[in-house]
C-alpha cells in the first residue's frame, strides 16, 4: 500500500497489528497497536528497540496517551466518515498542547479535498482510500492558496502576516 508522507508518495511500512496478536510473537519491525492493545502490553512494547505506532479512534482523547508519546513513532488518528472531525482536533492537540514531533497519519475516509485542511492541523502522512487516485489526491494540498487563520502551519494570521 502507498500513503502520502510529508507531500511525497511512498511505500507504507509500518504493519498493523491485530488486538488478538500474542505479544511473544509480533514481527521485528515498524508496528502499530491500537490503544487497547497499548494498555494492555505497555511494559513489553515500550522495551522494543523496533519503531512503534498507535492508532487512536475518535472517541479516544489523546490524553490518555501524552505520557507515552515519545515512544510513539506514529499516531495513526481515525476519520470513520468524512463529515467526522474528531480527528482534526486530536491532531492539533498533539502537535500544540503536547508538542508531539512525530508522524501523524490520517487514516479510513481520508478524502483529497480536506488534506490541506488536515495538513494544517497537523498530519503528515495520510492514507488515501484505494478508490481515489493518490497522483490526484497530492494535487489537494495546494488548493487553498490564501489561509486567513493561525493554525499548526502558519502561527499568524492572515491580517497580522500583512500588517508585520
Do not use: K, L, T
Given at each position: 500500500m502507498k500513503v502520502i508522507n510529508n507531500r511525497q508518495i511512498v511505500a507504507d511500512s509500518w504493519q498493523r497489528i491485530d488486538d488478538e496478536s500474542n505479544i511473544e510473537n509480533l514481527p521485528s519491525d515498524k508496528i502499530i497497536v491500537s490503544l487497547a492493545f497499548w494498555n494492555e502490553h505497555k511494559q513489553s512494547l515500550a522495551a522494543r528497540d523496533d519503531a512503534l505506532g498507535i492508532t487512536l479512534n475518535p472517541e479516544e482523547d489523546v490524553a490518555e496517551i501524552a505520557a507515552d508519546l515519545s515512544s510513539f513513532a506514529l499516531v495513526v488518528l481515525q476519520f470513520p466518515a468524512f463529515r467526522d472531525g474528531r480527528a482534526y482536533s486530536q491532531a492539533r492537540n498533539l502537535r500544540l498542547h503536547y508538542d508531539y514531533?512525530?508522524?501523524?497519519?490520517?487514516s479510513g475516509n481520508v478524502l483529497r479535498d480536506q488534506l490541506a485542511f488536515m495538513e494544517r492541523v497537523?498530519?503528515?502522512?495520510?492514507?488515501?482510500?484505494?478508490?481515489q487516485d493518490i497522483n490526484d489526491a497530492i494535487n489537494g494540498f495546494d488548493e487553498v492558496e490564501v489561509k486567513y487563520q493561525a493554525s499548526s502551519d502558519e502561527p499568524l494570521p492572515l491580517y497580522k502576516r500583512l500588517t508585520a
Open positions: 514531533q512525530g508522524e501523524i497519519r490520517a497537523g498530519f503528515n502522512s495520510f492514507e488515501i482510500d484505494e478508490h
